[in-house]
């Protein structure tokens, strides 16, 4: 049997290549996924565009996440028929990705699709939404309250960003959005409930390792400058959810807000975290979102022979919202 996948090649720097591939046998704990959805994430941007080291063998099918329905299973706990979403543990990094008609993967990493989701909508989300929701679990559990003030998402009109908004909103936050489109898509980002949209171009980040307090926590996407300015004007006891690198990965800091403000840095990671939590967050996530959410945020529903021509769009900043991909489409 084979399919098609985009398959990322190392000749010198990243070449991404959609070809035809024999679809690999089971192994025990194996499972053959028939996928119908992915989507493009940051890190497929940087995979499949070579500017970031993300595959650790070549080649390699790209996608870090995948909807299906299995086809065939080496582990009782799946059987065909199954709806099930994977995301994280090196899939499209050290395993075969989500960016291909078939995909196999072990048992341990499926998730059973959430009822309140078809399998576009669990893309829709994908990885950043799921970083998201992975965010505001972290900052709920370590007691963020909406009555300790406003939360600044960064990168706001990106995946991670969109749905951060979104979900934040709806668990009764008001959130500040800071995106660098602030004109275009100050209309997108109050309809997924931002109270208000900062311009990140018009910002002013003060260096003091103390400054006055402008927010009760945020979820950032962005790291680097946007991070360390963060750390200064949190609240006390105010949590940063820290997901992504899309500004910059070095931070400037002192200990001053964390021993005197007792301000949280929470570390972000979809690939690692483990299925208990995993499994909780999904369900926050179908608990608070909706599929007309999810309509909202999905800028286009593209092919898998598409990707290619949209991923620059990510790594230039341009993104608005989420690039389902359609693996039956074509
Ligand atoms: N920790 C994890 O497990 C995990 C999982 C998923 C994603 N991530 C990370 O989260 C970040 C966002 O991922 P995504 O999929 O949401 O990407 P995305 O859709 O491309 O969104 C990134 C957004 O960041 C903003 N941005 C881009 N370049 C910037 C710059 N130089 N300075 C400041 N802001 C900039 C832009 O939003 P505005 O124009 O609105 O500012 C952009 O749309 C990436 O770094 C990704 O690697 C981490």
């Given at each position: 049997?084979?399919?098609?996948?985009?398959?990322?090649?190392?000749?010198?720097?990243?070449?991404?290549?959609?070809?035809?591939?024999?679809?690999?046998?089971?192994?025990?704990?194996?499972?053959?996924?028939?996928?119908?959805?992915?989507?493009?994430?940051f890190?497929?941007?940087?995979?499949v565009?070579?500017?970031?080291?993300?595959?650790?063998?070549?080649?390699?099918?790209?996608?870090?996440?995948?909807?299906?329905?299995?086809?065939?299973?080496?582990?009782?706990?799946?059987?065909?028929?199954?709806?099930?979403?994977?995301?994280?543990?090196?899939?499209?990094?050290?395993?075969?990705?989500?960016?291909?008609?078939?995909?196999?993967?072990?048992?341990?990493?499926?998730?059973?699709?959430?009822?309140?989701?078809?399998?576009?909508?669990?893309?829709?989300?994908?990885t950043?939404?799921f970083?998201?929701?992975?965010?505001?679990?972290?900052?709920?559990?370590?007691?963020?309250?909406?009555e300790?003030?406003?939360?600044?998402?960064?990168?706001?009109?990106?995946?991670?960003?969109?749905?951060?908004?979104?979900?934040?909103?709806?668990?009764?936050?008001?959130?500040?959005?800071?995106?660098?489109?602030?004109?275009?898509?100050?209309?997108?980002l109050?309809?997924?409930?931002?109270?208000?949209?900062?311009?990140?171009?018009?910002?002013?980040?003060?260096?003091?390792?103390?400054?006055?307090?402008?927010?009760?926590?945020?979820?950032?996407?962005?790291?680097?400058?946007?991070?360390?300015?963060?750390?200064?004007?949190?609240?006390?006891?105010?949590?940063?959810?820290?997901?992504?690198?899309?500004?910059?990965?070095?931070?400037?800091?002192?200990?001053?807000?964390?021993?005197?403000?007792?301000?949280n840095?929470?570390?972000?990671?979809?690939?690692?975290?483990?299925?208990?939590?995993?499994?909780?967050?999904?369900?926050?996530?179908?608990?608070?979102?909706?599929?007309?959410?999810?309509?909202?945020?999905?800028?286009?529903?593209?092919?898998?022979?598409?990707?290619?021509?949209h991923?620059?769009?990510?790594?230039?900043?341009?993104?608005?919202?989420?690039?389902?991909?359609?693996?039956?489409?074509?």
């Open positions: 049997m084979s399919h098609k996948a985009l398959r990322v090649y190392d000749n010198g720097g990243a070449t991404a290549v959609l070809e035809t591939v024999e679809t690999p046998k089971l192994e025990a704990g194996d499972v053959l996924i028939d996928a119908h959805y992915s989507s493009i994430n890190k497929d941007a940087l995979a565009t070579g500017k970031g080291k993300i595959m650790r063998r070549f080649p390699t099918t790209a996608g870090i996440d995948v909807a299906g329905v299995v086809e065939a299973s080496e582990d009782e706990r799946f059987q065909p028929g199954d709806q099930v979403l994977v995301n994280g543990y090196g899939l499209g990094e050290n395993s075969d990705g989500g960016l291909a008609e078939m995909v196999v993967t072990r048992a341990d990493y499926l998730v059973p699709l959430p009822e309140a989701f078809s399998m576009q909508d669990a893309m829709a989300l994908g950043a939404g970083t998201a929701g992975i965010s505001a679990y972290r900052m709920l559990q370590n007691d963020q309250d909406p300790m003030g406003k939360i600044l998402v960064t990168g706001a009109t990106g995946g991670v960003g969109s749905v951060a908004t979104l979900l934040l909103s709806r668990l009764g936050f008001e959130v500040v959005a800071l995106t660098g489109k602030a004109e275009q898509a100050g209309d997108y109050s309809s997924l409930g931002a109270v208000q949209v900062l311009d990140r171009h018009a910002l002013e980040m003060t260096d003091k390792p103390l400054a006055s307090v402008e927010y009760a926590g945020a979820v950032d996407s962005v790291g680097g400058d946007t991070l360390s300015w963060l750390t200064r004007v949190t609240a006390p006891e105010g949590n940063l959810a820290s997901c992504g690198l899309a500004g910059g990965v070095k931070i400037n800091t002192t200990v001053m807000p964390f021993i005197l403000r007792g301000v840095l929470l570390g972000i990671n979809s690939v690692t975290l483990p299925m208990a939590v995993r499994l909780k967050v999904w369900d926050m996530l179908a608990e608070h979102i909706k599929a007309d959410d999810l309509a909202a945020i999905t800028r286009q529903v593209i092919g898998l022979d598409e990707v290619i021509q991923v620059g769009e990510l790594m230039d900043g341009t993104m608005l919202g989420r690039y389902v991909v359609d693996l039956k489409k074509g």
